[in-house]
């Protein structure tokens, strides 16, 4: 049994990469754990509103100050959080955008990484508090960016992630790549598939 939380973002709907194979993962991951549980935050369809100077001002503010905007706000903040919590397997699908993640994946993760629930500071340095979790984060992308290329430096996606996951102690963070999709230089089919089939052998490894 395992709460699985997927976590979409590319504006482009049943056309993109990143949501395809994620959401295969995430139902089969499902599917191979009776019991499990699957929440799907779509980021494309409800993004979190960009972080202002209301949130800035609400998460440090008790809570008897708050105006009812910045209730909403921080209500918001602690669904996603939660939810996030509560997960034991995430699931993060993202394509990149100007070399980085959607900014409504940045958007998530602004609401998300919270003092006190996320991580905290301690005297020994940050400490996360997201624990225990595996992620799998699925970066579809024009370019080619791992397996030592030239424009590996250009990649701000994947070291994010894995710093910013990792600061919420979520240390297990997997990739799973589609590259060079619309690239030309072999089919985009044929990229997805292998991808897919990463996912595959993932889910083959949960069931064993
Ligand atoms: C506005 C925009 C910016 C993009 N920027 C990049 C980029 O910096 N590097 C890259 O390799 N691909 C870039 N792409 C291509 C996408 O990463 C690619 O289409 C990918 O498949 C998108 O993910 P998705 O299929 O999950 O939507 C960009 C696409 C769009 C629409």
Redesign the pocket.
């Known amino acids: 049994m395992s709460n699985i939380l997927l976590v979409t973002s590319?504006p482009?709907g049943e056309a993109?990469?990143?949501?395809r194979v994620a959401k295969e993962l995430a139902a089969k991951l499902r599917d191979a754990a009776p019991g499990s549980t699957l929440v799907h935050r779509d980021l494309a369809a409800a993004p979190l509103p960009h972080i202002g100077q209301d949130f800035a001002v609400a998460v440090k503010a008790p809570a008897e100050t708050l105006t009812e905007e910045q209730a909403g706000l921080l209500a918001a903040s602690e669904t996603a959080t939660q939810e996030l919590l509560d997960a034991d397997t995430v699931i993060i699908?993202a394509?990149?955008?100007?070399?980085s993640v959607p900014s409504t994946l940045k958007s998530w993760i602004d609401h998300v990484a919270r003092a006190h629930k996320t991580f905290r500071y301690t005297a020994e340095g940050p400490e996360g508090l997201a624990r225990n979790k595996k992620v799998y984060a699925v970066i579809?992308?024009?370019?080619i960016y791992t397996n030592d290329s030239p424009a590996a430096a250009f990649d701000h996606a994947r070291p994010y992630l894995k710093s910013v996951l990792g600061f919420m102690g979520m240390t297990d963070v997997e990739f799973i790549d589609v590259e060079g999709?619309?690239l030309g230089l072999e089919p985009d089919e044929t990229i997805l598939e292998r991808a897919l089939g990463e996912t595959r052998q993932i889910e083959l490894s949960a069931v064993a």
């Not at 993109?16 to 949501?19: L, P, R």
């Not at 579809?140 to 370019?143: K, V």
């Open positions: 590319s482009r993109s990469y990143s949501t699908a394509g990149l955008i100007n070399f579809a992308s024009t370019g999709v619309g």
